[in-house]
């Protein structure tokens, strides 16, 4: 039974796994488009969010809070039709276990994270083992849990953050893609699609979800570590020519391995550089968590890139690089 067929009967069952600003939006405009919604959470949030709802900052005044079901306990919140996992794609293999009680054989799960997701080689054309990522899925611990051949892409371009806890503040942008990577899950994906077109963002539907995640990567693969390694907002490192040219040649082998596995990012490396120069002197998302204290998503962002190199025999030796000063950096910080 596929999600619109559940949807005829009952509205769908839809758990949003992290509290944070993207999860959070999502948790709102499925919950207005008619799903009943929960979100697993914890700490101030959890009691922010049973308190006032998910309360979104539009301009000087948030709106009215949009009331989900909120838990810290996936057990207690039962098996839902649909999980979306809104979590750091680093610190996913440690609670991928917990989830378990949510996942029952028709779930279907959706991946609204940075970097490659823990489905992507499932099913992948070009590899001679479609066994999981260790730099995502270390062990296989993630898809023991969520099974990538139920699994649902979700591209984010927007900006948002976390004002306090339950109340997220829009920035800039409002689209997703949204896709199934497996023709058995095409059903649901359109209806997800759907579902968050009615609750306020603008989506595209696809049916090329590998292609719309790994073009995003491409813009971020780079330029998120050498900020953390520089403490250089997008624009410093693109205006320096040595800086630049090492962007272009992480890019250059990214694309090496994208070409082997048929993949396209739709543009040239000095296109996809000219769209970051439009966005102008913003520091990226791990260069903010870097200055914060968090932990840093080296795995999914980069990680992936060597570990798919060695797999295809396709050198990376910028790559491997700048991975290596990336983990000394944060491990010499206690990230």
């Known amino acids: ?11 769908p069952r839809t758990c949003i796994v992290g509290a944070g600003a993207i999860g959070a939006l999502i948790a709102a405009a499925l919950a207005r488009a008619g799903h009943t919604v929960s979100v697993l959470a914890r700490g101030h ?24 079901q909120a838990s810290d306990d996936a057990a207690a919140l039962g098996v839902q039709d649909i999980v979306v996992i809104a979590l750091k794609g680093h610190v996913l ?35 001679t083992s479609d066994g999981p990522l260790e730099a995502v899925d270390p062990g296989g611990r993630v898809s023991a849990v969520l099974p990538a051949e139920r699994a649902i892409g979700c591209v984010v371009h927007l900006s948002s953050a976390i004002v306090e806890p339950g109340v997220v503040k829009r920035g800039r942008g409002n689209r997703l893609i949204v896709g ?61 020519p040595f ?20 993949l396209s990012t739709g543009m040239s490396a000095p296109q996809r550089l000219a769209v970051t120069r439009e966005l102008g002197a913003f520091k990226t998302s791990m260069l903010q968590d870097f200055e914060a204290g968090r932990s840093l998503e080296i795995g999914p962002i980069l990680g992936v890139f060597p570990e798919l190199g060695r797999k295809l025999d396709v050198p990376t030796p910028f790559c491997d690089a700048v991975l290596g000063l990336l983990r000394q950096r944060a491990a010499a910080s206690g990230l």
């Open 45 to 68: 949030t959890l009691a922010a969010i049973r308190t006032h709802g998910i309360r979104i900052l539009m301009g000087d005044a948030p709106t009215s809070g949009v009331r989900v």
């Open 93 to 127: 293999p440690e609670a991928a276990d917990s989830l378990r009680p949510m996942i029952g054989p028709d779930t279907v799960v959706v991946s609204a994270m940075n970097g490659l997701p823990w489905w992507f080689l499932n099913g992948l054309d070009g590899l």
């Open 180 to 240: 199934a990577a497996r023709t058995e899950c095409a059903e649901p994906a359109r209806a997800l699609a759907h579902a968050l077109a009615q609750g306020g963002f603008e989506v595209d539907a696809t049916d090329r979800i590998r292609d719309d995640i790994w073009a995003k990567l491409w813009g971020n693969m780079n330029m998120n570590p050498l900020s953390a390694l520089t403490g250089s907002t997008a624009d410093r490192l693109l205006d320096d």
């Open 243 to 262: 800086t630049h040219a090492l962007v272009l040649r992480m890019m250059e082998e990214a694309d090496a391995i994208g070409r082997r596995l048929g």
């Open 1 to 11: 039974m596929n999600v619109e067929d559940r949807d005829n009967a009952r509205p």
